[in-house]
């Protein structure tokens, strides 16, 4: 992966699938690290490279609570539909991987990644699918998320999918090996995010 900056977290079981019997990757939009004037820049990722694994995952599995462990929390209950505990969450992340697509961290909370951001993560996201090879992509945002991440000759937009009353966004990737990852959007875990919603979309797939 010579093009991503913050390596993704996989989990020990996600390559058989784990407890959801299909390979699982959760893109996320940004980190906030308010560390380094440079970030971003791949010469400079070594020390930063394990910062999703290591200063997220590894501490939301350790039972630290803040602000964003809510929303890490939430997302995985809407994946089994009921509340979790300290046992079954490193469970639900081991079969997971994820992996935040804008490459370089925001140095505040409010601040949203620009579209060149974006534009300049692109190839890195490519390294990442065709090297992980999901079977599912689920999306964090259906706004920005939605409009920003690559479209082109490796995009396939889906049909129409109405769950519930809700026209849900999904489509596909093309992989480097020639087979497909399916795409899924689901509203930002951060706010206004409903469990049994949420889970009723994703189990669709499941």
């Known amino acids: ?3 991503v900056f913050f390596k993704p977290w996989v989990g020990e079981n996600y390559d058989s699938g784990g407890i959801f019997g299909k390979k699982i990757l959760v ?38 609570t803040g602000s964003w462990t809510v929303t890490f929390h939430k997302f995985e209950r809407s994946l089994v ?6 046992e079954e969450s490193p469970r639900i992340w081991n079969s997971l991987a994820f992996y935040n697509y804008v490459q370089k961290a925001m140095d ?11 534009r300049n993560s692109e190839d890195a996201f490519f390294e990442v699918i065709d090297e992980l090879r999901p079977d599912l992509i689920i999306v964090w945002g259906v706004t920005r998320m939605y409009n920003f991440l690559p479209g082109g000759e ?8 109405e769950i519930d ?4 966004k999904n489509g596909y990737y093309r992989l480097a090996d020639g087979n497909e ?4 959007w689901v ?9 049994e919603r949420w889970h009723n979309v994703i189990n669709t797939e499941l």
Not at 81 to 86: G, I, V, Y
Request: with cysteine; net charge negative; hydrophobic share 25%.
């Open 27 to 64: 893109l996320g939009e940004a980190h906030l690290c308010k560390e380094c004037e440079d970030c971003g820049h791949v010469e400079n990722a070594e020390e930063c490279a394990d910062f999703t694994s290591t200063d997220c995952i590894k501490v939301l599995l350790s039972g630290e």
């Open 81 to 86: 539909n009921h509340e979790t505990d300290l």
């Open 154 to 161: 490796r995009w396939r937009e889906g049909e129409p999918l």
């Open 1 to 3: 992966m010579g093009k």
């Open 165 to 168: 009353g809700y026209n849900v």
């Open 187 to 195: 509203y930002h875990p951060s706010a206004g995010y409903s469990r």
């Open 181 to 184: 990852s399916r795409v899924l």
């Open 108 to 118: 505040s909370s409010r601040k949203s990644p620009e579209w060149v951001d974006f």
